[in-house]
């Protein structure tokens, strides 16, 4: 079965700096895809960046990208140019690209990020 | 505009008492899922249905029902065997493809009182 693991419960970042959250996964399977998901405390969930396993090519979206190393089974997350409204639980999430496995996210156990003005 | 509703948004139950949650979506997406946050945790599977009047159990299916008799709604119904019920429950659609992103409601706080 695969796993995801976070080891960051929290991490803080002082406004307009860079942070990294760090996520491994642990799977068998060679086609797959990766997310970042946010949840601010309104709790609605929202993608952040999605990486593709047969893609080379880390994931880029404005202000957040990613290190994905599939050998090493890591997936870490970079946010730069910290923002207020980047506090938030961020969560680490393994789906298999294989249709019988019923496209169910398996998720890691969240890093809450706070940042400082 | 298309979404995925969830209701009620905060629900209260007795000892002993079956509830159940609803999550409707019109996005036309034809799996949904139910998952379970709790702190610490993360977000675990409860259950999961990729086409209408099929469904399959999750991680943590003890305790819990659902149904799937229309292609909009997938119902959560906590029983009184779920020992500890208090939580956070999310539902979220995909479309059938395995390239379809989720789209999730915003959630029933559940607590037993």
């Known amino acids: 079965a695969q796993t995801v693991t976070q080891s960051q419960p929290e991490m803080s970042v002082q406004e307009a700096e860079t942070v990294t959250l760090s996520c491994t996964y642990d799977?068998?399977?060679?086609?797959?895809?990766l997310f970042w998901y946010k949840q601010p405390p309104s709790r609605q969930m929202i993608l952040v960046i999605r990486?593709?396993?047969?893609?080379?090519q880390n994931a880029t979206e404005n202000r957040f990208s990613v290190n994905f190393q599939k050998a090493a089974k890591s997936f870490s997350l970079k946010i730069s140019d910290s923002q207020l409204g980047d506090a938030a639980m961020y969560f680490c999430?393994?789906?298999?690209?294989?249709?019988?496995?019923?496209?169910?996210?398996?998720f890691g156990q969240g890093t809450e990020l706070s940042v400082k003005p | 505009d298309g979404g995925i509703t969830q209701s009620p948004k905060y629900l209260f139950r007795k000892e002993g008492q079956n509830v159940t949650l609803s999550c409707e979506q019109n996005?036309?997406?034809?799996?949904m899922y139910w998952y379970r946050q709790d702190p610490g945790q993360g977000l675990r599977l409860i259950y999961y249905?990729?086409?209408?009047?099929?469904?399959q159990k999750g991680d943590i299916a003890e305790g819990y029902s659902v149904s799937r008799e229309k292609k909009e709604s997938f119902p959560l119904t906590v029983t009184s065997a779920q020992k500890n019920p208090t939580a956070f429950y999310l539902c979220?659609?995909?479309?059938?493809?395995?390239?379809?992103?989720?789209?999730f409601g915003s959630g029933t706080r559940l607590t037993v009182v």
């Open positions: 249905s990729q086409i209408v009047n099929d469904f």
């Open positions: 990486q593709e396993a047969y893609k080379q």
């Open positions: 999430a393994y789906r298999s690209a294989i249709y019988n496995q019923g496209g169910k996210l398996i």
């Open positions: 979220a659609s995909r479309r059938g493809s395995t390239a379809g992103g989720y789209t």
């Open positions: 996005l036309n997406h034809d799996a």
């Open positions: 799977t068998s399977e060679s086609d797959y895809y």
